[in-house]
C-alpha cells in the first residue's frame, strides 16, 4: 500500500519585489500550517520521506510540519520537479519514488495539486487550498503502478 499525502504551501505574500521562487509566507500562512501540522501530526502517520518544491513558500510551510511531526530536517529533499503548477512534474517524479518508501509528504503548488488529486483521488476537490492536506492511497506496491487511488482525508484550514 502506497500513501501519498500532498500539501500546498501557506498563504503566501505578494508583498516583496522578488522571483516567485523567493515568495515567502504570509502570517495568515504560517499560522494555517501550523493549525493543519497539529492536526496531522495528531494521527501520528509514520512519514518515509519528505520532498518539497525548491520555492522558498513551500518550504517554510514543510519546515513547519517537520517540526510538528517531529521528523529531521535532513530528512527533507528538495526538487525542482516539485516547482510546477500542471502536475506534468509530480506525476513522473511519484512514479519514480522508491518503492520502499510507503508514506511520503510533497509540498507544492497549485494547480497541479489540484489536478492530482483528482485524477489520481476518488473525490472531486474543486481546488486544494493554501495549506491544504489531500492524503491519497494506493493498493498496489510499486510507485510506478499509481493510477486510481482513494481520497483518504482533506484537511483544510477552514475546516479546523
Not at 497549485?110 to 493554501?130: H, K, L, R, S
Request: hydrophobic share 40%.
Amino acid at each position: 500500500m502506497k500513501h501519498l499525502i500532498l500539501i500546498r504551501h501557506g498563504k503566501s505574500s505578494w508583498d516583496y519585489n522578488v522571483d516567485d521562487k523567493d515568495r515567502p509566507l504570509k502570517e495568515r500562512g504560517i499560522v494555517d500550517a501550523h493549525l493543519v501540522a497539529s492536526k496531522f501530526s495528531s494521527q501520528n502517520i509514520e512519514i518515509n520521506a519528505v520532498f518539497s518544491s525548491p520555492a522558498i513558500r513551500a518550504l517554510h510551510t514543510c519546515s513547519i510540519f517537520l517540526r510538528e511531526l517531529d521528523i529531521p530536517f535532513a530528512t527533507l529533499e528538495v526538487h525542482e520537479a516539485l516547482y510546477d503548477f500542471s502536475g506534468d512534474g509530480i506525476v513522473p517524479f511519484v512514479k519514480n519514488l522508491p518503492n520502499n518508501l510507503n508514506k511520503v509528504l510533497l509540498f507544492g503548488h497549485n494547480n497541479a495539486f489540484t489536478n492530482v488529486v483528482n485524477t489520481w483521488g476518488n473525490q472531486y476537490i474543486e481546488n486544494v487550498v493554501t495549506s491544504g492536506l489531500v492524503h491519497l492511497s494506493f493498493n498496489v506496491d510499486a510507485w510506478q503502478d499509481v493510477s486510481k487511488g482513494n481520497t483518504e482525508q482533506t484537511m483544510f484550514p477552514k475546516q479546523l
